[in-house]
Structures are given as structure tokens and as C-alpha cells.
């Protein structure tokens, strides 16, 4: 299954690398296969997770310094 356009993304040193000047090419697609939440879509300045995303639910607050 293809989620994104040729070359949108490409895999360097094991991370992934957005190509922005085919960023108009982009859909959402990516975003709903990962089951982490780790792909965003970034859209009026809200980030938007896909709905197969874990939610993350805190019970203590972040450790400090």
C-alpha cells in the first residue's frame, strides 16, 4: 500500500525525511495506518493524530529538571 507520493518521503539513517517541495501532494492517508500516533498531520496549527492512535493517559505529572 503506497500512503504517500514517489519521493514524499524517503528512509535516512533509519529516519524518515520529508521532501517539502512535494509537500502539496500529501493526504492524510499515512497518518490513519499508524498505530502509534508517531505520524501527525499538522493543519491550522492543530496537530491531528489517526484514529487507530494509542491515546496517552498520564497518571503522575512529568518528572522535573
Not at 539513517?13 to 512535494?22: E, P, Q, T, W
Not at 493526504?27 to 505520524?39: D, F, H, L, N, W
Given at each position: 500500500?503506497?500512503?504517500?507520493?514517489?519521493?514524499?518521503?524517503?528512509?535516512?539513517?533509519?529516519?524518515?525525511?520529508?521532501?517539502?517541495?512535494k509537500n502539496d501532494l500529501a493526504?492524510?492517508?499515512?497518518?490513519?495506518?499508524?498505530?502509534?500516533?508517531?505520524?501527525?498531520?499538522?493543519?491550522?496549527?492543530?496537530?491531528v493524530k489517526g484514529g487507530g492512535?494509542?491515546?496517552?493517559?498520564?497518571?503522575?505529572?512529568?518528572?522535573?529538571?
Amino acid at each position: 500500500m503506497v500512503d504517500a507520493p514517489e519521493g514524499l518521503i524517503t528512509i535516512q539513517n533509519n529516519l524518515a525525511v520529508i521532501d517539502y517541495s512535494k509537500n502539496d501532494l500529501a493526504s492524510k492517508v499515512a497518518i490513519e495506518r499508524c498505530p502509534t500516533g508517531a505520524i501527525v498531520w499538522m493543519e491550522d496549527k492543530k496537530t491531528v493524530k489517526g484514529g487507530g492512535a494509542k491515546k496517552i493517559l498520564r497518571m503522575e505529572p512529568l518528572p522535573r529538571g
